[in-house]
């Protein structure tokens, strides 16, 4: 079974600033994809960057990439230049074969200006 | 425009009552989803549907039922056997349930008992 663990609750971040979110997951697969997704207030859940694990370059999206490393099993998020709009929920979630995603607990990003 | 509706987005539920909640999406997915929303408990998957008249049960699936007769409808019952079903909850859709395919989501639906 697939699992998948975000270990900060809460943060924080100055506006401008960077701000790195972490992820680790667990599977037995062999090919799998990495997905962080963001939940403004409005509930609305976002596809921020998805991460083929086969591929060893890191996504980027813009202000958003990843650090990929896939033998500790860890995908985290660096947010660049935050914004105020970056203030939401980000769910770290993984799929393979074809189950669908796991979502972790989620990290409640605070951007404060 | 195309995208998943869900409705209502707001309902309000008397402890006994079944109560179903619509999803609907104009993507042309074969695969369909609902997840349910807790505050520090992430998305967990209650089911999940490949293709139309098939589905199969997630994680939570006691006291919840679905169907689906359409290929655009997956609608969710929250029946009176679910013993704390206030949440939020999410409908998604995706071409197929095959690794990497971008799942879309709904605006979610809020049930609350009373």
């Known amino acids: 079974a697939q699992t998948v663990t975000q270990s900060q609750p809460e943060m924080s971040v100055q506006e401008a600033e960077t701000v790195t979110l972490s992820c680790t997951y667990d599977?037995?697969?062999?090919?799998?994809?990495l997905f962080w997704y963001k939940q403004p207030p409005s509930r609305q859940m976002i596809l921020v960057i998805r991460?083929?694990?086969?591929?060893?370059q890191n996504a980027t999206e813009n202000r958003f990439s990843v650090n990929f490393q896939k033998a500790a099993k860890s995908f985290s998020l660096k947010i660049s230049d935050s914004q105020l709009g970056d203030t939401a929920m980000y769910f770290c979630?993984?799929?393979?074969?074809?189950?669908?995603?796991?979502f972790g607990k989620g990290t409640r990003l605070s951007v404060i200006a | 425009d195309g995208g998943i509706t869900q409705s209502p987005k707001y309902l309000f539920r008397k402890e006994g009552q079944n109560v179903t909640l619509s999803c609907e999406q104009n993507?042309?997915?074969?695969?369909m989803y609902w997840y349910r929303q807790d505050p520090g408990q992430g998305l967990r998957l209650i089911y999940y549907?490949?293709?139309?008249?098939?589905?199969q049960k997630g994680d939570i699936a006691e006291g919840y039922s679905v169907s689906r007769e359409k290929k655009e409808s997956f609608p969710l019952t929250v029946t009176s056997a679910q013993k704390n079903p206030t949440a939020f909850y999410l409908c998604?859709?995706?071409?197929?349930?095959?690794?990497?395919?971008?799942?879309?989501f709904g605006e979610g639906s809020w049930l609350t008992v009373v």
């Open positions: 549907s490949q293709i139309v008249n098939d589905f």
């Open positions: 979630a993984s799929d393979s074969g074809n189950t669908p995603l796991v």
């Open positions: 993507l042309n997915h074969d695969a």
């Open positions: 998604a859709s995706s071409s197929t349930i095959n690794s990497g395919n971008t799942i879309y």
């Open positions: 599977t037995s697969e062999s090919n799998y994809y």
């Open positions: 991460q083929e694990a086969y591929k060893q």
